[in-house]
């Protein structure tokens, strides 16, 4: 089992980083802008529920508008697209390869920000399909399809000629999400939006979609994510293979059954299944836990930057989120949880923490380096952190504490709904909204810097490709000379 | 773990095993499921929804009102009432058995329930309690039923007779269960408030009808349009802060229209076969009042 992640010199680093500028850079600063958006979104949706009348008038921007295109843009947007710009990287580095087909990366990576466009759109314009996760108009899938295929298809290549071909942990969980996503996705899209199935069936398979996209294709790239990222910043080997494996296959084989609590008008063996199974999904998250505590255990977190900390925060959620849904799967449990404000504190936390705060430590990460260039304020970043850690804990707990007193008031039929509703969760919704204004600030932030960068990386290869002009047929002419050098001492 | 291929062979039997339990499964379980001849009503059931109400579906849809309203009414258990049907010819045999079952009871009550029968001995009993007692008439002559009665907060709230099912949601397409409940309920909400006008007036501001409701105004469903000759019968009956301009009036649209008619299709008001309760034809119509001023 190979816990080590290869070193080899700065030179060839920069080759391999820079093949990747300009697609990652794209997909990071696109991924960031939907955040951004999405986060508007939820303040929107968030106001709406103390002060109904706010935008009232127009059909664009009700409540049960902007929920949706809220997840939708936060989930496919920033969440999908991050992670496949983080999973190209890591793709790239653990297996010491440069991109393929950059163009076409490119090419994949427009035609799923317009896929993503239209399907928000779509849902704003009243085209929602319904469907929890899946709420992007049918029409849309097809281009997201052809997107992730161009994607997918060259994250699978790049691994595939990969120079290093021992797997390091990470990857396995790459190559399982890079499968799944394709997967539940024809699947679901065909049984929901082409083929209706009829009935309740549309409810489970929906169910089953979710908790494939946020525990397996979300939640394999966070993990990944986070196995790659704090023993490479604590300067440590990961404690113990076998144990990531074991976790692995657990989480991949039981990943796809969890998310539908029992107690709804489903029949009874889907909540059974599904409890049982977020159960052995924690156990498995207990299990990659005590293999990340091993392996930072006595790491000084000060040396290792603010990037640890970010992934640091994104393992924790991870964890609490996992412990998190296996509680709320019991029975009793989930009798008082069950459509109440807990379940979206759940997707906070899952979403926003684990998933979200990964994904922008490693863009902290890596842009400086496939650009070549350091952040220009890092005094910012330090902002968006705290800014994005406050704001996300401010709504999970406001959701978590909220959603649990708002089952409380629904499970005890003495309580009017009214003052379940006025006297129950009303505070706590106004906490969450302190909480989405910290995300939404920290989100302008990243925005911020992130399109600095952008602009900053192409005017100086703008004016480098202007400078070098004159020089490129005494270059060209070099090149040749020296390949006919090469091809000669092959042969 | 370092090759590729097995790795593939790994995740295809993960997604297979997967696909098979929360797709193929279901779909091989409910797929075929068809409407059922429910003798309460003397029809099948479910019916299609008709040509508006469909339409109503889709307006319910798009504006996203399963964001806060859930349309899934949850059953904890049953227990039992017990009804002495028929009282049969050994009136003293009898007396004294429901003197048994119902220590509570003079000699006095008991008696005018064996002379008043169809009569209820005793309400909300669990299973083995119902089981005793309706054994115990066994050889008197008398006819007893045990009644099942659905329990828990969603029926206690008055959002539904009984638990919905699947064959509730058959031509549901689709499927709007909602997962969050910032509004009530709204599975059997066309039995509850029956009005039609009250969905309008809600509909164009919930507090002309609930004072202190959440839910947002969804004034676009509505026109406000100059009274002509004749102003239009369809016209809310506004008054004080809601009225609109003098010489104006506020008619619902054809959104508003069909919206409000899925509304009202929307009712789970008998049982079926996996959600037994007792049924009476005698829908309690003067309890509307009071459940609409509950009621968001």
Known sequence: MDVTQSSKSPSDWTEIDSSYRFPTLFLASKAVGWLLLGSIFSLIASIKMHSPSFLASCPWVTYGVMMPAALNAVVYGFALQGAFAALLWMTMRLGQVKLVAPGYLFIGSLLWNIGVFVGVVGI???????????????????????????????????????????????????????YWFPWILTAASFLLHMSPVRGVTQAIIGGWYASGLNVIVLGFIGIALIQYLLPKLAKRDLHNGYLSMFAFWVILFFGGFTGLLPGQSLPAWVGALSAVCSVFVAFAWLILGYNIYRT????????????????????????????LTAWASRVSIAEVVQFTLFIPGLKWLHLYGFVGMGLIGCIYLFLPKVTGTDWSKPGQWTAIFWTYAIGTSLVTIAFLVGGWKHGKGLINPETPFMDVLRGGIAPFIRMSTVGELLVLVASVLLVWNVSSMFCRTYCSCLCG?????????????TKKSQSKKSSKKKS | MNQGPLLFLGVLCAMAASWMGFVLMPQVQLGNQSTRHVKEIGRHYPAERGGLADKGHDVYRAAGCAACHTQQVRQTGFNFDIVLTDAGDFTD???SLVKESNSSFSDQQAADIVANAPRTILEAVNQSVANS?????KDSGAKVAANIRPTGPDIDRGWGPRQTVGLDYLFDEPILLGNQRIGPDLANVGSRLTDREWHFLHLYHPHTVVGKSMM???????ETQIIGDDPSSDALPLAGEFAPEEGTEVVPTAEANVLVDYLLSLRISHPVFEAPYLFTQAEPSENNNSETEQAE
């Open chain 2, 93 to 95: 045999l009898v007396i």
């Open chain 1, 124 to 178: 704003m314009a009243g085209h929602s399909s319904g469907h929890a996760y899946l709420e992007m108009p049918g029409y849309v899938t097809p281009i997201l399809f052809a997107a992730y295929t161009l994607i997918g298809g060259i994250a699978l290549v790049t691994f595939h000629k990969r120079q290093v071909r021992d797997l390091y942990p990470s990857q396995w969980f790459i190559f399982a999400a890079l």
């Open chain 1, 465 to 477: 490709a202007l400078g070098s002009i004159g020089k490129a047929e005494t270059e060209g002419d």
């Open chain 2, 216 to 222: 947002p105004a969804y004034p676009y469903l509505f």
């Open chain 2, 133 to 137: 007692i309706v054994r115990s008439f």
């Open chain 1, 296 to 323: 930072i255990e006595g790491a000084s977190s000060k040396s290792a930057g603010l990037g640890y900390k970010f992934v640091y925060f994104s393992a924790v959620a991870g964890l609490i989120s996992a412990l």
